[in-house]
Each structure stands twice: as C-alpha cells, then as structure tokens.
C-alpha cells in the first residue's frame, strides 16, 4: 500500500478523473464530492451522479472507499426512487 502524505491537499497538476460520468453528452456527470479519512488510511468519498434534465438528473448518491486516492470501490448507493424523489442532491 503507497504511503499518504500526512495533509491530503488537492493539486490540479495531480489531478486524475475518479469517477466517471455515467453517460456521455451534456448534463452527464459525477461529482459535487464529499471526502473523509479514516483512521486506518482508508478515503471515503460521497459524490452525486447526474443525468439530463428529463432523463432523472441527480439519481444517486454514492459512497465509494480507496486505498490510494485513484481507485475506488463502491461501498453505498443511494438512488433517488429510494426516497421517493425527483433528485438528490449533494450529499455530506
């Protein structure tokens, strides 16, 4: 397992793409992210996934977990037919 620095401080010159949208095209979209470390060096991110406006915009919420940063695997998603709602919003 790599080492992480002590402060996790985000770069744009160390930037990479974690999460991709989940179609292509405009109003497609993952993001509006949410972070937290653990004790054990473990990286939660929540995040908001997004379609078009008519095709079910904010549809989940999910909370992804990674060793490294870069490659993460889904722990929770939380859709917005779940809660009986339009669209989700960014969660924290």
């Known amino acids: 397992m ?6 996790l401080i985000p770069t ?6 974690v999460v991709p949208p989940p179609g292509k095209g405009d109003g497609y ?17 929540a995040y908001r996934v997004r379609r078009p406006v008519g095709e079910g ?9 990674s060793m490294d940063g870069e490659h993460f695997t889904t722990v929770a998603t939380l859709t917005s ?3 009986d709602a339009e669209s989700l919003e960014r969660p924290y």
Request: charged share 10%; aromatic share 12%; no cysteine.
């Open 81 to 83: 037919s779940e809660f």
């Open 12 to 17: 744009y010159t160390r930037s990479v793409v």
């Open 2 to 7: 790599p080492s992480l620095p002590s402060v």
């Open 29 to 45: 979209w993952a993001g509006a992210p949410s972070a937290a470390v653990a004790k054990d060096g473990a990286i939660y991110l």
């Open 57 to 65: 915009r904010g549809f989940a919420n999910v909370v992804a977990q």
